[in-house]
């Protein structure tokens, strides 16, 4: 069991510029969700996919913000146009029942 | 939607005491409160996790209390270690379809002293 894998681990960005997150779940995991932490907060759902169908998105998830799953493996995450707002720690996390498994993160840092 | 409100922010204790922290929910939907331990620089992980059907559950130093007429449920940490210390966070989802999307408590970092 290698556990989620996130990349990269730190982001620094300059205002307006995309950036693009992977996560690689539990192999066997049928589920991926999203998450954001910001300092001193606890995580905040952002969206989740059962395979490849993304099947609910966080009212938090401007347009900027789009998930993908292809083949039902590992997911991307691309912010456009970066704001000083989206910095934070970004989670995937993966599950196939109840447990959820969160990878490390990927800590992004908007200047 | 669902609000879990978390107490306390912060909480020392020395090695060996025991450990509460409280947290209440608003959703009488939710079902499935896991609690979670996040360590500097880490994702976080699962400790322990209850469902709704079930007033107590325990693994060994760590018990998680609920009561759904109240709305509020409790993690129990006994003989505390130093590491023990780290930020907890309760949350709360409701069943179905939605069973993986949690909301969080806002944390309460845990320091135990040697």
């Known amino acids: 069991d290698t556990g989620v894998s996130q990349d990269p681990r730190h982001k620094i960005t300059k205002r307006g510029q995309n950036v693009t997150f992977r996560c690689d779940p539990i192999s066997e995991h049928n589920r991926l969700y999203w998450y954001r932490q910001t300092l001193g907060q606890g995580p905040e759902f952002l969206t989740y996919f059962q395979n490849e169908a993304q099947l609910e998105k966080s009212r938090l998830l401007s347009d900027r913000f789009s998930a993908e799953r292809p083949k039902g493996s590992f997911s991307t995450l691309e912010i456009q146009r970066t704001e000083q707002g989206d910095s934070a720690m970004y989670l995937c996390a993966s599950s196939l029942g109840w447990e959820l498994f969160f990878g490390e993160g990927s800590r992004l840092t908007v200047l | 939607g669902e609000n879990v409100e978390q107490h306390p922010s912060t909480l020392s204790v020395q090695e060996g005491d025991s450990a509460v922290i409280k947290c209440t929910y608003s959703?009488?939907?939710?079902?499935?409160f896991p609690w979670y331990k996040q360590e500097l620089g880490k994702g976080p992980q699962l400790i322990i996790d209850?469902?709704?059907?079930?007033g107590e559950k325990k693994d060994q130093r760590i018990a998680v209390t609920l009561n759904k007429t109240a709305k509020h449920f409790s993690l129990h940490i006994t003989e505390t270690q130093p590491e023990d210390s780290a930020v907890y966070f309760c949350?709360?989802?409701?069943?179905?379809?939605?069973?993986?999307?949690?909301?969080f408590g806002q944390g309460t970092i845990l320091t135990v002293h040697p």
């Open positions: 949350a709360a989802a409701a069943g179905g379809t939605s069973y993986g999307k949690l909301t």
């Open positions: 209850i469902r709704s059907n079930v």
């Open positions: 959703d009488s939907a939710s079902n499935y």
